[in-house]
């Protein structure tokens, strides 16, 4: 039922609408990669309606499409980007802090501490709104 519900809710305009901030960014060229961030950002879409059902807070969709960016662009950062930096705070908390608040210095030290080479389209995309950090932690 609560399916049913989803599908009815989340119509294709939603998602046109979420996607539509975070496909340009991509560069994707490949249709295949497209279908591939499709598919990603409809199954966290699924999932953080789950979690809605159950009480938690509700993530939007833009932050959905946001974090299938991420997923899809880099996905071999994904596991050092979780890790924990700090108890309770992780690299991609760190990250994304810095480039939101614009201090360079704050991200270089980020990436030093977690072993990452510069991103220049990591840091543009985690400077934009809204942030994913704590809906990474869920979903990641």
């Known amino acids: 039922a609560a399916d049913r519900v989803f599908s009815d809710l989340y119509s294709d305009e939603h998602a046109r609408q979420a996607l539509e901030s975070q496909l340009p ?63 309770g705070r992780t690299f991609l908390d760190r990250l994304e802090a810095a480039a939101l608040e614009g201090d360079g210095d704050a991200w270089a030290r980020a990436l030093a501490d977690a072993a990452l080479p510069d991103q220049d389209e990591l840091r543009q995309l985690l400077a934009s709104r809204p942030a994913i950090a704590r809906l990474a932690r869920v979903l990641l």
């Open 25 to 87: 960014g991509l560069n994707l060229t490949n249709p295949r990669e497209v279908k591939r961030y499709l598919n990603v950002f409809r199954f966290y879409s699924f999932i953080t309606y789950r979690h809605q059902l159950a009480g938690r807070p509700r993530a939007s969709g833009e932050a959905v499409a946001k974090l299938a960016a991420l997923t899809i662009r880099w996905p071999h950062l994904l596991s050092a980007l979780a890790r924990e930096s700090h108890p």
